[in-house]
T-cell receptor
């Protein structure tokens, strides 16, 4: 158990819909990362937050947005869903934004768009 | 830019040793990570190299040569549970990890 909690674990929704994925980082970790992993594909970095502020953006679509709240939990919002958005979405956390700290992954949220 | 290359797939035999290579082209990075990922599960941290040389952790060792743009993960005494993908990642200048596509390791009895 990495200490990073993600909900829901599984989600099935229709095209055009909107979903929210939730992440609670490890206790004390200030940085939260979101990744997308499609079937048999590598990890695609979406976005990083540090202590409530956006720190880095990766290949995140405009239909997607995220935020980190004062209690450090984070949410990833996916809207106008398309079939291609079906993937495993990981949240990860690390103690701070200084490199060298290992990042720990949650178990992921499986999103299936039908 | 930072390009990371890993073999797509490797096969090895239970009890044997396997070396998974990772080569990269980058103007600078802060360190190199190796993660293990079983299918459908979260990546888990294996090792971190910031200096050149070998880091040993039980059956797993990781090596880094900055001058050669090269790292490898060495797995000894292979077990069936070692069947997984192994991801190489570089620490970028903006505190990000740049991930390789991963090497799928298949262990045969």
């Amino acid at each position: 158990d990495s200490g990073v909690t993600q909900t829901p674990k599984h989600l099935i929704t229709a095209t055009g819909q909107r979903v929210t994925l939730r992440c609670s980082p490890r206790s004390g970790d200030l940085s939260v990362y979101w990744y997308q992993q499609s079937l048999d594909q590598g990890l695609q970095f979406l976005i990083q937050y540090y202590n409530g502020e956006e720190r880095a953006k990766g290949n995140i679509l405009e239909r997607f947005s995220a935020q980190q709240f004062p209690d450090l939990h984070s949410e990833l919002n996916l809207s106008s869903l398309e079939l291609g958005d079906s993937a495993l979405y990981f949240c990860a956390s690390s103690p701070d934004r200084v490199f060298g700290n290992t990042i720990y992954f949650g178990e992921g949220s499986w999103l299936t768009v039908v | 830019g930072q390009n990371i290359d890993q073999p797509t797939e490797m096969t090895a035999t239970e009890g044997a040793i396997v070396q998974i290579n990772c080569t990269y082209q980058t103007s600078g990075f802060n360190g190199l990570f190796w993660y293990q990922q079983h299918a459908g599960e979260a990546p888990t941290f294996l090792s971190y190299n910031v200096l050149d040389g070998l880091e040993e952790k039980g059956r797993f060792s990781s090596f880094l040569s900055r001058s050669k743009g090269y790292s490898y993960l060495l797995l000894k005494e292979l077990q069936m549970k070692d069947s997984a993908s192994y991801l190489c990642a570089l620490g970028g200048s903006n505190y990000q990890l740049i991930w390789g596509a991963g090497t799928k390791l298949i262990i045969k009895p």
